[in-house]
Every structure is written in C-alpha cells, then in structure tokens.
C-alpha cells in the first residue's frame, strides 16, 4: 500500500538519572495516500514524540516507518519530503509574507531558475489560504491566525509528499481556532496532501481529519473515522476522553433508559456500538459489562419525558440553550436545544434547581464496556 506505514513503533526517553521512560509504546498506523489523520490525545500521551519519529527526528527504539513500502531508517529528516508545521509557525522574521512561502520552494521546487513559475505557486498558496495579496508584508504585522496561515503556506508550496502538523492552532484563540481548522481542511483536500495533525482538542481533530487515531499513554486506543468514532468508541476511556460525561451500567440503568436503547437497536437504530445489548441486558453473554455512555445530545428536554432531572446551570451558546442537568440515576448530562424557543419573551431559560423532564434519543448514546 501507499502511503505512511508506521509498524510497532517504540520510542523511549532516557532521562538525566538514567531512568528509562518509554513515551511511544507499540504503535502500528497508516495513512493512504491523500488522507487527513489526526492524531488525538491528551498531554503526554506521546502524540508529538510519535510525530517526530515519523519526521525522523526521534531515533526508534524498536519498529518502523515506511513511505510507500519503503523503510525510512538511516534517511535524514530532509530527505524525507515530509512538510513539518509547528505550534509557533516559526516565520523568518527578516523576509516578508512571501519571501518565506517562497522558502522551501527555493531549496527544493522550481527555485530562482524560473522566477515566474515561483511567484506563480507563492501567489496561488496564499490565495488557497485567503491571503491573496499578502505578498509583501512584514511578517511582524500579521495577526496569530495570519501568521499560522503564511506557515502552512510555507509548508505546502513544495507539494511536500505528507504533512506533519503538529498542534498548529493551538496557540490561538477558541472561535479562530475552529474558523482555522476547517479552513486547514480545505486546504488540504484542495491540494490533495496526505497528512497527519498532532492535536489534544477534540473538536479540531473532528473538524481536520479523514480518521482519527486516539492515544494515551503511548499507545493507540482507537483509529476510526469520525461518526464512528464518536458513536461507537472502542472504551470508556475514549469516551471519556471525547466529552461523553454520565456512564451508566446497563443493569443499573433506569428502565426508561435501558429500553430506549434496547428497542433501537431492536429497530435497526443503531445508536449502540456493542452487539448483544438487549432490551434489559439480560441473557446476552457479556451484558453485565456493558454501560451506556451519555454527552450532550443523548437527552433531550420533553413534557413527557420518562426521566427527571435537577437543572445545575443554563446557558446560551451560539442558537443552542446548553442545559446541565443531574439526571436521576444517571448523572450530569448536557442538554442541547436550538435557542429559536426561548426567543419568545414568555419562555425563559431553565433555571438552577428547576426540575425537567426528559427523553432519551438512543441513537446518541453509545455502548461501551466498562
Ligand atoms: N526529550 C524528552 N526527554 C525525556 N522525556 C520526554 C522528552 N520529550 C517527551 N518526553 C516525555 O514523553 C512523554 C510523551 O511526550 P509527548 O510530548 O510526545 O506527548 P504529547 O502527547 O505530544 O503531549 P503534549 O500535547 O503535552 O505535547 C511525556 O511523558 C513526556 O514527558
């Protein structure tokens, strides 16, 4: 196959006192070729230790990494045609916008033999990135999301053969960061780049990717692309680590619960990611291990719902009422509504301590083993 192959990568760190951590632990992925992975986790977990294995940048302690077959051991990160972006784009800070775009072009694309063929390819990265007519700004000018911009231009224009992102955006503020995100997407799939994006936010790593590859602790829990992996993840830590919030075991779940989850499936609705969860978990091999996991959007607010909860807090954010609210025999669980309802001055949002009913939507409760 084409494309990044990582085989039972181990990295290991020995730190000052001789001690020996291993912060990569086994890891075996690919990307094909044209594919946006991220690779999602949380602090530590080894994401930009792998990221820079894969770079070469990081000695192996044991394992592989191959492009299109073949082994990259012994070839040095220059030669490896891989594109590296980091948290800080790391600008030039003497050249202008498009004196470091032109960069790596010089070094390895058409180069100073064929001014208007650089120029050319200077002028339609910025554009991809929506600067079209940055060229001769101080980089010193720019604004934060700018300035990741003109890095990631600077790391395409050589058509580098994969990308490695390593948390890009995270320097920047939330709402840019999600604008940012979607327009990295973009510009990857315009220009058809296989690449791999180190990130510890969920919601970046949704926004960016093909598939996503979850790690902790040096190893990969799950690669799956984004519906499944949000449907059905592999663990309660991976739900956990995605924003589901209550988990309830399936024979300890309220009746109400239970059922909903049950006769979905009976339905077709496949709301649950684990074969075998019955109606009342009872006479399935395994039931007994199952608990539902439930995050903003399993519930929903119904005059006639069969659950009852106690509102913690309400808010408003961007159309949606988000309502937090300790559910009975299940727990904290967020409420999300379109806000259009509240827009009538009669309704006013819930308030803590208010009581509300609620129903339960199966297909957005997932079914782990706990
Ligand atoms: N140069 C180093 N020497 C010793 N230990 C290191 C070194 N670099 C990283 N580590 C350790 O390896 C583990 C993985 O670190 P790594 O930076 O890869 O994680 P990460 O998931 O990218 O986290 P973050 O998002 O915080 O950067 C951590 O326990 C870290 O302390």
Redesign the pocket.
Known sequence: MGGLAVRDVVVH?R?DDGTV?T?VDGVSLDIAPGEVLALL??????????LRAIAGLEPLSAGQVRWDGADLAGVPTHRRGFGLVFQDGQLFPHRDVAGNVGFGLAMTGPGRRDRAAHRARVTELLELMGLGGFERRDVASLSGGERQRVALARSLAPRPRLLLLD?PLSALDRALRERLAGDVRAALVATGTTALF?T?DHDEAFAVADRIAV?DL?RLLQVAEPAELWHRPASRRVAEFLGYEAFVPLARAPEALARAVGVARAAGVDGAGIDGAGADGAGVDGAEDLVLALGPGSLVTAPDGALEGEVTSAGFRRGLVETVAAVDGVGQVTVVEPSGGYAAASQALPVPGARVRLAVDAAAIAVVRG
């Open positions: 760190y730190d951590a912060a986790g949380p602090s530590g977990s080894g994401k930009s230790t792998l948390e180190v510890h790690m040096g």
